[in-house]
């Protein structure tokens, strides 16, 4: 019996693995795209307004925070590849598509880095790529995302250090400050979140939810404060999404009890020749579906809201390039448009916070389900 | 197509950070936040029942206090029956003794006096009785005192008994 279970444990872990696995390779295959879409680039300086550009340049990650104008803040290049070891330079270096070689201990001196759309790619001696070094490339800069991450996850520690902190001492006073505001959110993760879609085992996965839920919402709200520190399109981004989705799947798996596997791998009442021609595969497929729609879900919501949002603001522009006049008359109309659509994007930024926690919180359910009826 | 390929860098960080908020809210906030709030709601929830519990006990408390008003009531009632069927029953008793007595008084009274009477009669009678001896006497003495008188009377007397 014991050594059954410690079985069951063995395939639970080597699930998560392949989980992990499967995720892996499908970046590497990212800078070869790119490479194509660098020579498509249109040189900087004053032409015209491309709605379209502009908007993939907001909503994509970059290497550089963009301001206004020429003026963008630098964020720091982090790669490593193995035989160059690790190598820190600002993105400023980069600047205007140039090459930069400024680092010494380079044993292939001749090359440099530049930028290719949002990818750091090595350049040969004449400015063209050299695949076979970028593939060999990796790439942990501290870019716009990974710049609000950080910052939203140093947030977090701090907002909820002080949250926690009213619960510490005394914890029979009634709530005050900060601690009221978020304490009645903290109560509706748990009483209409994890306790009526994990039932019973809810407190395991409480500390998961919490993190997930205010994780995504600070950055969906960062997102749609349009000033500098803010403004990123993180969750609107695949990588954290798909980040996220993996994490609540590799908790799904590693709480998934026996009940679990044998109902959605071997139906009970459904002749066998059913079972494995037909819902095995497809259960198996439900398995893998379940946390990609949960990354997909939240990343067109968040991506198609900036769009729209950044849309109705580049008619301004467009309209503008015609007539001057068209331009100031339409801008009130996509003022208040750009306004109705973050108003409609905040009410979105919740509830893509909310779906994404309580759509877990039910897989961790169905995971944890222990076989009491059929 | 960028948009929709994942990159390296960003999982790295998006893991890493996650991870770290993920321990420390774990350890440092989640835990006292929750812990907190099931202490307080556990304390809350006691603090109602015991507040039912109290307004139970005060109704109970209410309902025993009437019911030791209205026993104390009931014997106050029987005690002041008692009370005055005790006091009638005193003066009765007394009014009777008193009648007993005063008959009794009186009985002796009048017995007293009765015996007072029959004593009184008896001495007036022996009283009367030497008085008329004594009188008699007297008469006796002065009527037999000379010779002439006692020839009257006895002629007197002589006249008077007729020989019939």
């Given amino acids: ?374 | 197509m960028d948009l929709i390929l994942p990159s390296f860098g960003l999982i790295f960080w998006m893991t890493l950070t996650f991870l770290v908020v993920f321990f420390t809210l774990k350890k440092f906030a989640w835990k006292p936040i929750l812990s907190g709030l099931k202490d307080r709601e556990q304390s809350i929830q006691n603090a109602l029942d015991s507040a039912e519990r109290a307004k139970l006990e005060m109704a109970a408390l209410q309902a025993s206090n009437e019911k030791i008003l209205q026993e104390a009531r009931a014997e106050r009632d029987s005690l002041l029956k008692e009370a005055r069927e005790t006091k009638d029953a005193i003066i009765n008793e007394a009014k009777g003794k008193a009648q007993k007595e005063a008959t009794k008084l009186i009985q002796d009274a009048r017995e007293a006096i009765q015996n007072e009477k029959a004593a009184a009669l008896a001495e007036l009678k022996s009283q009367v009785a030497t008085l008329s001896i004594e009188i008699a006497e007297k008469i006796l003495k002065s009527e037999l005192s000379s010779d002439e008188k006692q020839k009257s009377l006895v002629n007197n007397m002589l006249k008077e008994v007729s020989l019939n």
């Fill in chain 1, 1 to 374: 019996m014991t050594t059954g279970i410690k079985g069951f444990r063995h395939f639970k872990s080597l699930l998560a693995a392949i989980a992990l696995l499967l995720a892996v390779p499908s970046f590497s295959y990212a800078g070869d795209t790119a490479s194509t879409e660098a020579s498509a680039k249109a040189p900087e300086g004053k032409e015209k307004f491309n709605a379209g550009d502009m908007i993939i340049e907001h909503v994509s990650d970059a290497h550089s925070w963009h301001i206004a104008g020429n003026f963008s803040i630098p964020l720091p290049i982090i790669l490593y590849s193995k035989d160059r070891g690790l190598m820190i330079f600002s993105s400023s270096k980069l600047k205007h598509g140039g090459v930069f070689k400024g680092l010494e201990k380079d044993p292939n001196s001749a090359n440099g880095f530049k930028e290719s759309g949002v990818h750091i790619v090595v350049a040969n001696e004449d400015g063209t790529i050299n695949k076979a070094e970028t593939d060999k490339l990796w790439d942990l800069s501290i870019t716009k995302n990974a710049f609000t991450i950080l910052m939203a996850g140093f947030l977090l520690i701090i907002v909820f250090l002080s949250v926690a902190k009213g619960y510490k001492q005394g914890a029979m006073t009634a709530p005050k400050g900060i601690q009221s505001f978020f304490e009645p959110v903290v109560q509706f993760i748990r009483d209409d979140i994890a306790l009526p879609s994990i039932g019973k085992k809810y407190e395991k996965f409480m500390p998961f939810l919490l993190t997930l839920f205010f994780f995504i919402l600070f950055l969906n709200v960062f997102g749609l404060i349009p000033f500098f520190p803010f403004g990123a399109n993180v969750t609107g981004n695949i990588t954290i999404t798909m980040t996220l989705a993996c994490f609540t799947f590799i908790v799904m798996m590693a709480n998934s009890g026996k009940a679990y596997w044998s109902h959605t791998l071997w139906m009970p009442g459904v002749p066998a020749v059913v079972k494995i021609l037909i819902l095995g595969p497809i259960e198996t497929l439900g398995i893998i579906l379940k946390p990609f729609t949960l990354l997909i879900r939240i990343f067109a919501n968040m991506l198609a809201g900036h769009i729209v949002a950044l849309s109705f603001f580049s008619l301004i522009f467009i309209f503008g390039a015609i007539n001057i006049g068209a331009g100031y008359g339409v801008s009130v109309v996509s003022v208040i448009f750009t306004i109705i659509m973050l108003l409609l994007d905040t009410l979105v930024a919740l509830i893509q916070a909310y779906v994404f926690t309580l759509l877990s919180a039910m897989y961790f359910g169905m995971a944890t389900e222990e076989a009491e009826h059929h």
